[in-house]
């Protein structure tokens, strides 16, 4: 299942990864995401890239839920 995390979320300096859970640690640690920070589990993560208003990222993680 694809997990999301937010960091500042709704604020200007958003960023967000979506990964697995098996990879997520290792997402949000190579992008240097830092608290305050909120983690979204299962198919609403895949959402992010339709209610985005900060950033447009691909979601490789969603991608492959939906195969």
Do not use: M, Y
Request: glycine share 2%; aromatic share 2%.
């Amino acid at each position: 299942k694809p997990i999301a995390a937010l960091s500042h979320a709704t604020i200007e300096n958003q960023a967000t990864v979506i990964a697995t859970l098996e990879t997520i640690e290792a997402e949000v640690k190579s992008h240097n995401l830092t608290a305050p920070l909120l983690i979204i589990v299962g198919e609403v993560a895949c959402l992010s890239d339709k209610l985005n208003w900060f950033e447009r990222r691909r979601n490789l993680a969603c991608l492959a839920a939906q195969t």
